[in-house]
């Protein structure tokens, strides 16, 4: 089991930039995936990263905007999120998938943070 703490939320105006982060304690060489959902509306997949950097996935909204990475040494996982949109407001989610299949499905993830808001004004 891992524990995740998400960190890095706030509020930014509309094309500015945040770095989420996820710190993770316990079990930690996973693939790791970060989620978001909107007010109303359903989880979804943002991004995630094997568990040694080297495959990264990206949902088409956030492709070429946002980058994942990671740092095992601290056990962290980082998203960088550049020209930011009001559409990307939502609370961020990382988890953690010890299989390392299904990338993009939620379903696959064990291990869930508490998230961290992020509201983009326009």
């Known amino acids: 089991q891992v524990q995740l703490v998400e960190s890095g939320g706030g509020l930014v105006q509309a094309g500015g930039s945040l770095r989420l982060s996820c710190a993770a304690s316990g079990r930690t060489l996973f693939a790791m995936g970060w989620f978001r959902q909107a007010p109303e509306k359903e989880r979804e997949f943002v991004a995630a990263?094997?568990?040694?950097?080297?495959?990264?996935y990206y949902a088409d909204s956030v492709k070429g905007r946002f980058i994942i990475s990671r740092d095992n040494a601290k056990n962290t996982v980082y998203v960088q999120m550049n020209s930011l949109k009001p559409e990307d407001t939502a609370v961020y989610f990382c988890?953690?998938?010890?299989?390392?299949?299904?990338?993009?499905?939620?379903?696959?993830?064990?291990?869930w943070g508490q998230g961290t808001q992020v509201t983009v004004s326009s």
């Open positions: 990263i094997s568990w040694n950097g080297g495959v990264t």
């Open positions: 988890a953690a998938n010890p299989r390392g299949s299904g990338l993009q499905n939620q379903n696959q993830y064990s291990d």
